[in-house]
């Protein structure tokens, strides 16, 4: 039986480290299946240094065409699935074909490496970074080992950072105002703003900022957009009269968002807005603006 | 049945609430033992969220919100504690901001700002404009309201005052200020939305629900009035002139009246004199509907009461001119409130003049003008109908009196009368009854008779029959306890000098003459009495009545007294003319006038002949006529005679036997006064008397006739007595003889077999003889003199 086993176990464990574990700050990751996994986090332009181990099993030797590792990014289109379109990557051969007896370090280093983009986990795409260790070999598949990172870039905030400020309603009903004391924020930034009130006329029972993520995915006739709404924060209870002003006050940083991507390698976009919802008696009415 | 199911209802839904909160508090502890602080926000945020419930009325939504402030106590003793969640106080802050539901937010964040201000991390007043900002969020009125009572509690002991821990490094008192006064508007903006709720709702249900939260909107008044850093100015300048305009923009009845009293009662005396200007132009801008005389009342009697506490701050009430602004204030408030009833203008008189006569007792022109503006509110109008308008007239008009205790002070306010002028009958003859009353208790005298003349015009309801009185709904009791009224009145009108008091009889006759046949019995005589008095007074000082021009001279008077008799005659009353004639008679005696005094004997024999019919009206007036001509001593002979003849002709002519021989026994006196230089005409009296046995005789044949036993002796043994008087006084023609005679006609009579023994009679006689015997045994002249009589 033993035979049998040993004969479908991979013929050696890879594993991938990186040198800075401990000092690296890790991030939570949803893989496929569902589970969370810590793993660590980068950004654009830094050195990803680390070291496979490859641990033959069992001690026994295997034969092998050459092993390389990738660092790989890539963007996945759900409807398109299984079809990975690579933006980066970068190749390291870690060793000529040859036979391998017993467990072996090899070392690997990309510097700066160019990571335009940050991974992204949504609904119909993903942008994901991953290591990839390959051991080739000849008649049967390559032993292919891989590690998910993710990248986070800083942007300097932007320079021209104007208020938003519009006036909505619907006619002979609601009439609003609304201001923003920003159009652009970060992630851990605070909204805050204000409601004002020019005529009500309908029965609100209350008022809720509602974040929502707008995803739109391929290009032209194939786009496919996806909306999800991430955060619904009451801002008002109970119904205002005239010239009533309601102030906003909503903290960005229990809520999961990613910064703002505009068409990423032409395969997808990712916007937030915030949606102002008002809640009467009897059905909803929204009134949007974005951000 | 819908209201009770609405009820039974609301027990549920609060029960619900009520578990709900204890189940997640239950929670919330277990999460606090463990210093849990997710767990702590998870399980209060959920427990608040009880909180948001729209089905309960305000009184159940306090039960609910009182559970839930107990349980933010004690999450906020573990907010204080950093040790504990190891969280700093300005991320806590911000975590609580971020629970979804507003309500258990902010509720979280008013409580986490109370430790925030207590650990000074940062400025009390930043933390508290922070958070009264953010609870606007919450719009709904209930909600809203008990949210920002939970700010202004926890809020309460953290604002930047002076002499506060958490005053700041200048003028924060300013923020402390803005900072309640920011939550009072917007509460009582919340508050008066109340009205708005529901359309189902019944107004009368609102109403009572929205009284129910008036406390929560006025403990802000409350806690400003006691911010020390509030001063005269800053009240004057920013706390004031920011309620009123919140008051005066919410166009709410219930509470510009609610609020209005609670800046009256809160803050304190000094301030309301300060600033009366200012509370008092907000008056007339208030809502039509406004109770605004209670509201003026409350502020006048705090005034009072506060002018009443100390004589240092009158100077301050004249100096700001407090009447003349309260005045000039009402004026406006009753111009501006054309729907206002009568009897709320009178009301608000009512109370301006209490405040004037408690603050100014010396002004008696500025009662005068509060009487006089009420005049003019009431002119061109109909007579007052509504019996509330009438009470406070009333109050209005007793008011000067209780004050100064003297209707002459009164008498000279002239609107006063013009005041009484718009009252219905019934009304005026109140007013007049508290007006004698209040003289007859102060006993104060009505000396002129200008005074007089005003008092007259005062109380005519009760003088006259005024226009449109029916007759017939008197109430006989009432009425006579009026008259009695104003006969006592009579007596009050007094002067020591002689002319000025015939000036006031004149007055008082005049008007009283008015009186009609009803009431002249009551009123006459205390007049004529009164002027009886005035000329007693003026015998006593005989020399100075020489002048021919003097008008007060006892013959004048008697001349007055005779037509004011002579109305009680056609009233009729004759008895009680027949007294008071006899009574001048009495007086025209003692001022040796002897015409007039017969003319008042003439005018009372005339009545006697012709008015006096009854027969025990007769009996009664011929003793007193017989007891008044006894005491004259003015007349000469011939008119004496005249009279006495009169006078023992009518008692021989009366109807029964017995008044008959009293009579005519008493008439014996008639011929013996008991004087010096009285008559003592012996031979006529033993006529008389033996003219009484005649009679006595014939009573008491009568009666053997017609009951076939003899009657008492009564009669016997009174003529006895006069026997006896006579004999003792010395009169000649009553001999021991005829005594004796006389004594053993009544012994045979007693012990004749036909008579019962007698009650009265029996004693009498046996009392008689042991008088008899008694002086037989004193000894000395008198024992000589009856020694011959033999009992």
């Known amino acids: 039986m033993d035979f049998l086993v040993g004969a479908f176990k991979p013929p050696c464990n890879v594993s991938i480290s990186f040198v800075d574990t401990k000092t690296r700050k890790q991030v939570p990751l949803k893989k496929d299946n569902g589970q969370t996994i810590m793993v660590p986090l ?75 983009h940050e991974s992204y986990n949504g609904i119909n795409v993903r942008l994901r970074y991953i290591l990839k260790v390959t051991i080739g070999r000849n008649y049967i598949s390559n032993i292919v080992e891989c590690q998910d990172f993710v990248v986070r870039n800083f942007t300097p905030p932007p320079s021209i950072n104007n208020s938003i400020k519009m006036e909505v309603g619907i006619e002979d009903c609601l009439h609003i105002e609304f201001e923003y004391g920003k159009s652009k924020y970060h992630l851990k930034d605070v909204i805050i703003g204000k409601i004002y009130f020019l005529l009500v006329r309908i029965k609100i029972k209350n008022m809720e900022l509602e974040i929502r993520r707008r995803e739109s995915t391929g290009s ?55 949606n102002l919802v008002f809640v009467d008696e009897e059905d909803r009415r929204c009134l949007g603006a974005g951000s | 049945m819908m209201i009770p199911d609405g009820i039974e209802d609301e027990e549920k839904w609060l029960a619900e609430g009520i578990a709900g909160i204890q189940h997640n508090a239950f929670y919330m502890h277990r999460a606090l033992d463990a210093n849990n602080l997710r767990e702590v926000l998870k399980y209060s945020a959920q427990m608040l969220s009880e909180l948001r419930t729209s089905k309960l009325s305000p009184h159940k939504y306090y039960e609910l919100y009182m559970r839930a402030f107990d349980e933010l106590r004690k999450l906020e003793m573990f907010f204080k504690d950093e040790s504990r969640h190891g969280v700093s106080i300005v991320d806590l802050y911000e975590l609580v901001q971020h629970a979804g539901n507003i309500l258990p937010r902010l509720y979280l964040l008013c409580t986490v700002g109370s430790v925030y201000i207590k650990s000074k991390e940062a400025p009390a007043k930043d933390v508290l404009k922070d958070l009264v900002e953010m609870c606007l969020g919450v719009q709904h009125p209930i ?81 400003l009035s006691q911010i020390e850093g509030v001063d005269l100015e800053m009240y004057k300048d920013t706390v004031l002139p920011r309620i009123l305009e919140q008051i005066v923009n919410c166009k709410d009845d219930l509470s510009q009246y609610y609020l209005m009293d609670c800046i009256i009662q809160v ?19 208030l809502q039509p509907t406004v109770d605004i005389k209670t509201v003026l009342s409350q502020l006048m009697d705090r005034l009072s009461n506060y002018a009443a506490s100390s004589t240092d701050v009158l100077p301050e009430f004249l100096r700001v001119e407090a009447f003349a602004k309260l005045s000039s204030a009402i004026g406006r408030v009753i111009e501006a409130q054309v729907e206002m009833p009568i009897v709320g203008a009178i009301t608000l008189y009512v109370s301006l003049l209490t405040f004037t006569l408690r603050v100014h007792p010396d002004r008696l022109d500025y009662v005068d003008q509060v009487l006089g503006a009420c005049v003019k509110k009431l002119s061109g109008k109909p007579k007052l109908e509504d019996s509330k308008a009438k009470k406070q007239v009333v109050a209005l008009l007793s008011a000067p009196l209780e004050k100064y205790k003297d209707i002459v002070m009164a008498l000279t306010l002239s609107n006063y009368p013009r005041v009484m002028d718009h009252l219905d009958n019934e009304t005026n003859k109140v007013m007049a009854m508290v007006i004698i009353q209040s003289i007859l208790k102060n006993t104060s005298c009505i000396s002129t008779a200008d005074q007089v003349e005003v008092l007259f015009e005062l109380i005519k309801g009760l003088v006259k029959d005024l226009d449109g ?77 020489t002048g021919e021009e003097v008008p007060a001279t006892p013959k004048n008077i008697f001349q007055i007294l005779n037509q004011a008799i002579e109305a009680l005659t056609t009233v009729p009353s004759p008895e009680l003319a027949l007294r008071l004639y006899l009574e ?25 002949e012709e008015e006096i019919t009854d027969s025990k009206s007769q009996v009664t007036a011929i003793h007193l006529i017989i007891g008044t001509l006894q005491r004259m001593n003015v007349f000469g002979v011939e008119n004496r005679d005249t009279l006495t003849h009169k006078a023992t002709g009518y008692s021989a002519k009366l109807l029964k036997k017995p008044d008959q021989c009293r009579a005519v026994y008493a008439c014996s006196h008639l011929f013996w006064v008991d004087d010096l230089d009285g008559i003592k005409d012996g031979e006529r009296v033993l006529l008389c008397l033996k003219r009484a046995l005649r009679i006595a005789n014939a009573a008491q044949q009568m009666i053997n006739i017609t009951r076939g036993s003899s009657g008492p002796v009564t009669l016997f043994v009174e003529i006895l007595n006069k026997y006896l008087y006579f004999f003792e006084k010395g009169n000649p023609q009553v001999t021991s003889a005829a005594i004796q005679a006389l004594i053993e006609l009544i012994t045979t009579e007693t012990k004749s077999d036909s008579t019962a023994p007698d009650a009265v009679s029996d004693p009498f006689f046996a009392s008689t003889l042991r008088y008899i015997q008694f002086q037989k045994q004193k000894g000395g002249a008198m024992s000589e003199k009856y020694d011959s009589i033999k009992v």
């Open chain 2, 469 to 545: 009185t029916d007759v017939e709904e008197l109430d006989e009791e009432d009425f006579k306890e009026e008259q009695n009224s104003v006969a006592r009145l009579i007596h009050m009108l007094y002067n020591d000098d002689p002319e000025e008091m015939l000036k006031i009889i004149c007055a008082a006759k005049k008007n009283i003459m008015n009186g009609g046949p009803k009431r002249l019995p009551f009123t006459v005589p205390p007049l004529i009495l009164s002027a009886l008095g005035l000329i007693r007074r003026l015998q006593g000082r005989e020399g100075d009545l």
């Open chain 1, 42 to 116: 980068f950004q654009s332009q830094e050195n990803i240094i680390g070291e496979v181990l490859i641990e033959p099993t069992q001690g026994k030797k295997f034969e092998h065409n050459g092993v390389k590792i990738e660092l790989l990014g890539q963007i996945e289109l759900y409807f398109d699935r299984g079809n990975f379109y690579d933006f980066t990557s970068l190749v390291r051969e870690l060793d000529v074909p040859g036979e391998l007896f017993e467990r072996k370090t090899y070392q690997f280093e990309f510097s700066t490496v160019e990571m335009p």
């Open chain 2, 143 to 223: 909600r809203g309201l008990f949210l920002r009572c939970y700010l202004a509690q926890i809020s309460r002991d953290k604002l930047p005052d002076i002499g506060s821990e958490y005053k700041g490094d200048s003028d924060t008192v300013v923020d402390a200020v803005d900072f309640v006064l920011q939550n009072f508007i917007e509460m009582n903006k919340l508050w008066v939305r109340l009205k708005h709720q529901g359309p189902g709702r019944s107004r009368e249900k609102l109403e009572k629900e929205r009284s129910e939260l008036r406390d929560l909107v006025g403990k802000n008044l409350h806690v």
């Open chain 1, 220 to 274: 032209g006739p194939n786009t496919y957009v996806e909306t999800e709404t991430l955060a619904k924060f009451e801002l008002m209870d109970g119904a205002p009269v005239r010239g009533e002003s309601i102030p906003v006050r909503l903290f960005l940083s229990p809520y999961e968002l990613t910064p703002t991507y505009r068409n990423i390698n032409n395969k997808f976009s990712v916007k937030y807005y915030l």
């Open chain 2, 584 to 608: 001048c008679a009495e007086a025209a005696n003692d001022c040796d006038l002897e015409p007039v005094a017969y003319e008042f004997f003439t005018q009372a024999f005339v009545l006697y």
């Open chain 2, 267 to 285: 803050f304190p005396d000094e301030y309301h004199l300060q600033t009366l200007e200012t509370l008092l132009g907000a008056c007339p801008l």
